[in-house]
Nanobody
Framework: QVQLVESGGGLVQPGGSLRLSCAAS????????MNWYRQAPGKERELVATITSGDSTNYADSVKGRFTVSRGNARNTLFLEMNSLKPEDTAAYYCVARTRGSIDYWGQGTQVTVSS
């Protein structure tokens, strides 16, 4: 079992920045990749960013060049640095850990609202 707790969401003006954090605990040795998803009301869930155990990263086209996914030194913390935020980035953001057995564990989510 893996437990995930996100933090760092909030209200920010267009063009602003936020840093989301995700603290992982439990069987973190079993994690192969960690992902950030988001879902806005009335829209489909979107995979925003991925980082693997080998630190390979991948991003949705909608956030490339603006968002950066990284791990903490202890590797049990995941970050999402979000810059140049747009109103269309408004969504609930979820941290998801995928294990080598292809099991996904989800955090409870943190709300990001981009509005003037």
């Amino acid at each position: 079992q893996v437990q995930l707790v996100e933090s760092g969401g909030g209200l920010v003006q267009p063009g602003g920045s936020l840093r989301l954090s995700c603290a992982a605990s439990g069987s973190i040795f079993s994690i192969y990749a960690m992902n950030w998803y988001r879902q806005a009301p009335g829209k489909e869930r979107e995979l925003v960013a991925t980082i693997t155990s080998g630190d390979s990263t991948n991003y949705a086209d909608s956030v490339k060049g603006r968002f950066t996914v990284s791990r903490g030194n202890a590797r049990n913390t995941l970050f999402l640095e979000m810059n140049s935020l747009k109103p269309e980035d408004t969504a609930a953001y979820y941290c998801v850990a995928r294990t080598r057995g292809s099991i996904d564990y989800w955090g409870q989510g943190t709300q990001v609202t981009v509005s003037s």
